[in-house]
């Protein structure tokens, strides 16, 4: 039983790494069009101002946060396709249509029962536990919906994409049954997620009253829950009453009266007042954005096998950066949510826990998630009471105890997080490695050798190596990858033969059951490729 538990959690893990891998060139886009339209940048570098360079980084920043907003159908579509055993082309376009009936199948149920949600003039959607998605106003899931339909796909296209019929019903066999089930998984899944999922939602909505009453404690549970909740969607329902409601505190000005803290802070900031007031605190999940995920990203790389080092590095810190500077934190969160799950609610402690110490250390500073626009911003308003370099230090403090916390426990628990899928790389292997590293001359003459009707790789050998090495096509019962690594399923591992395998030119193989893992660094999708077109041939 823990086998088959901890054999589908491997398969899950290996899963979500495929809609993840473009998450970090999403990342650094962002930031260059954050950094392109930001008025602090702009203030500093005039000529950034240019009509065309701004319309270039508002339309860059629009283009890729698309991305972004719309993760969970990213995941519905990426899911399936690395969950299918065959056909995973047809998997994704199923997934996506699956997903498109749900969104329809909520926005029907809640229009035939009056449920719809009206948006407010500012905020939209945001608070009311309903959003758009592509469009459709549907009971809002957050990512999380897009991730649970997502491999219910996965696992209703593996169990009827094989049906056949025969006669005139033939042409509902194969992908055409299995849509037709989803049809009726996807309307059921609307149903019970517009039952269940608003109930979940009042109970969020009810712990307004005990955040706002319980003073520290209360601001560590608004801190808590806006990171843990992020996956799921409910996050929204705790901070935006408090920072667009009278939760959050109520301002008198004259005969107008302002409620909730963003609006407060925004007057404040214009006002002739010796001190922000408390509701500034409420402002401040930006805090851990600006500061918490240095100590993250941090961790991620020191603790990442030492093969992977340079490439998790390449990988991880411009998500840091896209946190830092532009407060967008999922492209690293969904990096080990799944992988972690432990993991991410120490960070959602942490996160919670600092907000709490900002108060009782008395600190007030201006938060808004963007370390630039906040150093700016906190000088400007230096005369109210704040206190940026208490701020910077508390910053620090976060960093580090992110870093400390987070390596011991991905150590302890052998998380893996970014840099440590699969197993480390074998001594022997190291060993291959660097002697090949010594030996490129061998690599250029094998692969000038290598013959093209096998599927000749780069750095010598061929896909029908590695087919031959993993002991036939008949012994081969799955092929995936991940950011380093060909990922095999095999259904005899003692047909293996490394030295056919090492004809190529990998960094090693992890044997782990029936399940093969060869090295072959940032090319091994083209690797994939190869080997799967090869396949197709035999």
């Known amino acids: ?53 701004q319309m270039f980084g508002q339309t860059l920043y629009n283009a890729v946060m698309a991305i972004i907003n719309n993760l969970s159908v990213v995941f519905v579509i990426g899911l399936p396709a690395a969950l299918a055993k065959n056909e995973k082309h047809r998997a994704a376009l199923i997934g996506f249509m699956t997903y498109l009936m749900y969104l329809i199948s909520s926005n029907t149920l809640l229009s035939l029962t009056g449920g719809l949600a009206e948006e407010q003039p500012m905020l939209g959607l945001f608070g ?45 066999s194969g992908a055409n049954f299995s849509f037709m089930c ?117 961790a991620f790389i020191y603790t990442s096998y030492p093969e992977n080092r340079k490439k998790t590095a390449s990988t991880i810190i411009p998500l840091v950066v896209t946190a830092s500077l532009a407060g967008i934190t999922e492209p690293i969160d969904f990096m080990f949510i799944f992988a972690a799950p432990l993991l991410y609610a120490i960070h959602a402690v942490i996160a919670g826990l600092f907000i709490a110490m ?36 508390m910053g620090a403090l976060q960093a580090l105890v992110y870093f400390v916390v987070f390596t011991a426990l991905i150590k302890k628990f052998r998380y893996h997080t970014p840099g440590r899928e699969g197993d480390p790389l074998p001594a022997s292997a190291a060993a291959v490695q660097a002697q090949a ?37 008949a012994n081969i019962t799955t092929v995936e990858n991940c950011i380093t690594r060909l990922r095999v399923s095999l ?8 030295a056919l395998i090492n004809k190529t030119a990998n960094r090693g193989i992890v044997k782990k059951g029936n399940d093969i893992q060869i090295i072959y660094g940032l090319q091994v999708a083209d690797v994939r490729r190869a080997v799967e077109e090869q396949l197709a041939q035999l």
């Open 128 to 172: 009311t536990g309903q959003a758009k998605i592509l469009g459709i106003q549907c009971v809002d899931m957050g990512v999380f919906g897009g991730i649970i339909l997502g491999c219910i796909v996965g696992y209703v296209f593996n169990r009827t994409f094989q049906k056949r019929f025969k006669g005139a019903m033939q042409i509902y």
């Open 358 to 393: 900002l108060k009782v250390f008395d600190i007030v500073a201006l938060w808004n998630g963007n370390l630039l626009a906040s150093i700016v911003t906190n000088i400007a308003n230096a005369s109210k009471g704040n206190h940026v370099p208490m701020m910077f230090v």
């Open 182 to 298: 989803l049809v009726l998984v996807a309307i059921l899944f609307a149903l019970i997620t517009n039952a269940a999922w608003p109930v979940v939602q009042g109970w969020i909505s009810a712990l307004g009253g005990v955040i706002k009453g319980t003073g520290a404690f209360g601001l560590f549970l608004y801190g808590f829950l806006e990171r843990f909740l992020l996956p799921t969607g409910l996050h929204h329902l705790v901070y935006t009453p408090f920072q667009f409601s009278d939760l959050g505190g109520v301002l008198t000005m004259g005969d107008t009266a302002i409620a909730g803290a963003y609006p407060i802070v925004m007057a404040e900031m214009n006002m002739p007042v010796e001190r922000f007031s408390e509701s500034i605190y409420y402002m401040a999940i930006g805090f851990t954005k600006m500061f918490g995920y240095i100590g993250i990203g941090g």
């Open 491 to 498: 259904k005899d591992p003692s047909l293996l033969q490394e």
């Open 437 to 473: 590293a010594q030996q490129p001359s061998q690599a250029a003459k094998a692969k000038k050798a290598a013959p093209v009707g096998a599927g000749a790789l780069d750095g010598g050998g061929t896909a029908m190596d590695i087919i031959e090495g993993l002991g036939g096509k």
């Open 1 to 53: 039983m823990k086998d088959k538990v901890m054999g589908a959690l491997e398969k899950f893990a290996k899963a979500m790494v495929q809609p993840l891998m473009y998450l970090s060139a999403a990342g650094i886009l962002i930031v260059v069009g954050v950094l392109l339209t930001n008025s602090t940048i702009t203030n500093l570098l005039p000529f950034l101002k240019w009509g065309p360079i």
